[in-house]
């Protein structure tokens, strides 16, 4: 696990604003279906780590100081991949898809609130 991770988009995205109102100073996608963007702004103490799975979630964890959101970026990576690795690509293909995701995508939210 780790090894596929990179630059998301070549690192196109790196200096522009996030999805949460901060600059992005990284953006990682994993085999073009997982993504965790960190985004700061130093001046209001603002961290956020959102983490994606294409069709499936986009969950935002916000932190007050940089190294607890660095760490935070490396500490989702295996526990997204698993997740990730459980789900149907690209979304619920129906509903009993979307009914058995639900107990899987509390879980990590949970652990990753």
């Known amino acids: ?13 790196l200096g522009g604003m996030g999805s949460q109102g901060g600059t992005i100073v990284r953006d990682e996608g994993f085999r073009d279906l ?3 963007t960190y985004e700061a702004d130093d001046s209001r103490s603002f961290h956020v780590v959102t983490c994606g799975i294409s069709g499936w979630l986009s969950h935002p964890r916000f932190f007050d100081n940089a ?3 660095l760490h935070a970026f490396e500490s989702m990576k295996p526990a997204l991949e ?8 690209g979304g619920p ?21």
């Open 1 to 13: 696990m780790g090894t596929d991770w990179s630059d998301y988009e070549g690192g196109a995205t």
């Open 34 to 36: 997982l993504r965790l």
């Open 67 to 69: 190294p607890d959101a």
């Open 82 to 89: 698993e997740l990730g690795a459980a789900l149907p690509e």
């Open 93 to 113: 293909k129906s509903p009993a898809d979307g009914r058995a995701a639900g107990p899987l995508l509390a879980a990590f939210r949970v652990r990753f609130s």
